[in-house]
Structure formats: C-alpha cells, structure tokens
C-alpha cells in the first residue's frame, strides 16, 4: 500500500479555478487507474473522477463540463483542473490509486459565495 500526497487547494471564490496535483509513486502509475475523491466532513468519500493509463476517463455527473482529469506520464502525476467552481465542491479532495486502501492526508478546496 501507498500513500500520496495531494496538492493545490485552497479558498476561492464562487466561479474561480484551482488545479489540484498528485504524484504516484511510478511503478504504481504506469499500470493503474487513478482517481480523485473528495469527502465532506461527517459525509461519505464521493468519487469525482477517474482515469484510466488507457486514456479513458468518468466524471461524477456534479463535475462534468467542470473538472478535467489528466495525467502526466512524464511526471508520474495526476491533475485535477476545476472550473467555474461552486461552494458545494467545498471539501477536502484525495487522490488514490484504483484499489489502493491508504488515504493521503487530502487537500481543502474551499469555494466561497
């Protein structure tokens, strides 16, 4: 098991954009799907979006047209662009590999009206 480490939160207010970084470890990168979750405190881990190393990619219906996924093989990394941010995104987002059962430490995304 790997933990990661997630970066690129912050505040930021209704509208706006942040992008959110992650960088795997590159043994586990090349051959997983990753993904992006985000948790509300007291609320269940929701799935925002994944990608596949095949290039395929899903979105919760909440972030489409909104967030993009990527990665980046040449850097091991996973991204998270959002736009046009909303203050229901406001929660703290995690980046994981498909499977993998540790937790990073997340990063806050707080989004104000």
């Known amino acids: 098991q790997v933990q990661l480490v997630e970066s690129g939160g912050g505040l930021v207010q209704a509208g706006g954009s942040l992008r959110l970084s992650c960088v795997v470890p590159g043994r586990f990168f090349r051959l997983n799907a990753m993904g992006w979750w985000r948790q509300v405190l007291g609320q269940q881990r929701e799935l925002v979006a994944t990608?596949?190393?095949?290039?395929?990619?899903t979105y919760a219906d909440s972030v489409k047209g909104r967030f993009t996924i990527s990665r980046d093989n040449s850097k091991n990394s996973v991204y998270l662009q959002m736009n046009n941010l909303k203050p229901e995104d406001t929660a703290v987002y995690y980046c994981?590999?498909?499977?993998?059962?540790?937790w990073g430490q997340g990063t806050q995304v707080t989004v104000s009206s």
């Open positions: 990608a596949t190393p095949e290039g395929h990619r």
């Open positions: 994981n590999i498909w499977g993998n059962k540790d």
